[in-house]
């Protein structure tokens, strides 16, 4: 039953990619083939496991949005050190640089946060479980772009 269920979502996620929504009168087929072709051929395989990135999402929006915005796109000036010196939150959507860090790394960010280290990044590890934050950053990792996704793939897989 929720395997149907994944699979139709992901149908239909994967169909509205493909409709380009920036060219919406275009009746080119044969270059939106060969540009899906050649994603596939470039992007690793993508977390498929929708109840997980939702479940992640939630968690999210309960526990993080309100410094990384509701979308992940962190505050303007995040280069920029306060009047004390710390980092405002940075975004998280992959614009910033949070998927040059393998999945161990920011496991460990989230769970200790950065309050000892001069940061301004709360520790979550007596909020959430392992599985809570594995589940934030699949809901996380489902907001990068997929030239993005690939580029941290290939950085996790170093790290293995
Ligand atoms: C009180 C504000 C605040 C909340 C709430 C918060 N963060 Fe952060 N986060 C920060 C700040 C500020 C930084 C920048 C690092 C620093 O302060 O040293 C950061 C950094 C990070 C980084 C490292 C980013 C990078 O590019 O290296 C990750 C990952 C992250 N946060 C994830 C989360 C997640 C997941 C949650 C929710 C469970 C969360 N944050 C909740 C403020 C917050």
Same mark, same amino acid.
């Given at each position: 039953?929720?395997?149907?269920?994944?699979?139709?979502?992901?149908?239909?996620?994967?169909?509205?990619?493909?409709?380009?929504?920036?060219?919406?009168?275009?009746?080119?087929?044969?270059?939106?083939?060969?540009?899906?072709?050649?994603?596939?051929?470039?992007?690793?395989? +993508?977390?498929?496991?929708?109840?997980?990135?939702? $479940?992640?999402?939630?968690?999210?929006?309960?526990?993080?949005?309100?410094? *990384?915005? +509701?979308? /992940?796109?962190?505050?303007?000036? &995040?280069?920029? $050190?306060?009047?004390?010196? !710390?980092?405002? @939150?940075? @975004?998280? %959507?992959?614009?910033? *640089?949070?998927? *040059? *860090?393998?999945?161990?790394?920011?496991?460990?960010?989230?769970?200790?946060?950065?309050? %000892?280290?001069?940061?301004?990044?709360?520790? #979550?590890?007596?909020?959430?479980?392992?599985?809570?934050?594995?589940?934030?950053? /699949? #809901?996380? !990792?489902?907001? #990068?772009?997929?030239?993005?996704?690939? $580029? &941290?793939?290939?950085?996790?897989?170093?790290?293995?």
């Amino acid at each position: 039953m929720s395997a149907i269920y994944n699979i139709v979502v992901i149908g239909i996620i994967g169909s509205l990619g493909l409709t380009g929504c920036d060219n919406p009168g275009s009746t080119n087929n044969q270059s939106q083939a060969s540009q899906s072709a050649s994603t596939k051929a470039t992007v690793p395989p +993508r977390n498929e496991d929708m109840q997980q990135i939702l $479940r992640g999402g939630r968690l999210y929006q309960q526990n993080c949005a309100v410094c *990384h915005g +509701r979308l /992940a796109q962190g505050t303007s000036n &995040w280069r920029q $050190r306060d009047e004390e010196g !710390k980092f405002p @939150p940075p @975004p998280l %959507d992959g614009s910033a *640089h949070t998927w *040059h *860090h393998p999945t161990a790394q920011l496991i460990e960010i989230i769970e200790n946060g950065t309050l %000892d280290r001069g940061g301004n990044m709360p520790a #979550w590890k007596d909020v959430l479980s392992k599985r809570d934050i594995k589940d934030v950053l /699949a #809901w996380i !990792k489902a907001q #990068w772009p997929d030239e993005i996704y690939a $580029r &941290w793939y290939r950085i996790d897989q170093r790290a293995q």
